[in-house]
């Protein structure tokens, strides 16, 4: 088994191996591609809180990338005695250390944002040599920030088009995340063409626009990746609907001779799925082999199946998804 292609005790498929791969090398670049809007900002920076803020917010756009490759370290780990479910939930802690920090910072550049307006603070941007012309510094700002959101517009897609492959909830936030990045560029163009106008209060209010989308990509991933530590229903890697494998799951064990009623609950563990499946048989005495049978089966149907319980029982549990058709009759 290639380590590299390694999910804990999960080889990935031909498609997800060179999704992953993929994804490496975006997260990588990205990376690199911040560092360089980063330091070309803080040349242009000035008094402007808007562009200091998105300034700001470009150096919190690394924290979900760094937590991704991060974590895509520790969820390669075998499972062990210690951590017999394997260390997948790396990518949920990721996500929720990415969301918390994104939700502290968004606060507090929205609390200062305000604080300026409600203070009245004008905020002033000078003029710069250049090429021995002495020219607005607001100029450079709009063109360095109207050039710098080409690069999310590209690799924001990108990651997307790779996250629902690998159930990825980190990379598909990091890629959310990427594809806004224009609002933050627009909102901190018109904050400097504001105060070049004389509308002093445009820097704030696009401050706190741009603080606010940062707080609510904080409350979004912090929800998100919070509820799936707690072992809410499986969702597809968007959060908007309950993952389909599950109805699957329930309508291949239903279509077993020896079983009349079947249910399941699915846990996520980041990547991977961990799933118990309930079953009643039509007679008292169910041989070990076919239990064993249906547990390859059922692991046979997703690469994301990591472990399978199936348990024989009289009734099944009230919580237990019993798929689709149970859904309509109810």
Known sequence: MNASHQFGRTDLPAEQQQALKKAVRWEYATIAYTVFTIALIAFVVGNSQAMRTAWIEDMLSLIPQIAFLTA??????????RHPYGMHRAMGVGHLVAGVALLAVGLNLAFEATSGLIAGEHPTIGTVDLFGQTIWLGWLM???MAVIVVGPLIYGPAKARLAPVLHNKLLYADADMARADWHTNAASIVGVLGVGLGFWWLDGVAALFISLGIIWDGV???????????????????????HPLANDIVEHLRAQPWITDAAVRMRDQGQVFHVEAFVIPRTRRVPVTRIDQVSESIAEMDWKVQDVVVIVCSTLPDEADRGAAHARRS
């Open 72 to 81: 895509l370290i520790v969820v390669r780990r075998r499972p062990t005695l």
């Open 142 to 144: 709009i063109i360095v």
């Open 220 to 242: 979004r991933n912090t929800k998100g990746a919070v509820i799936d530590l707690m072992d809410q229903r499986t969702r597809t890697y968007d959060d908007k609907h309950p």
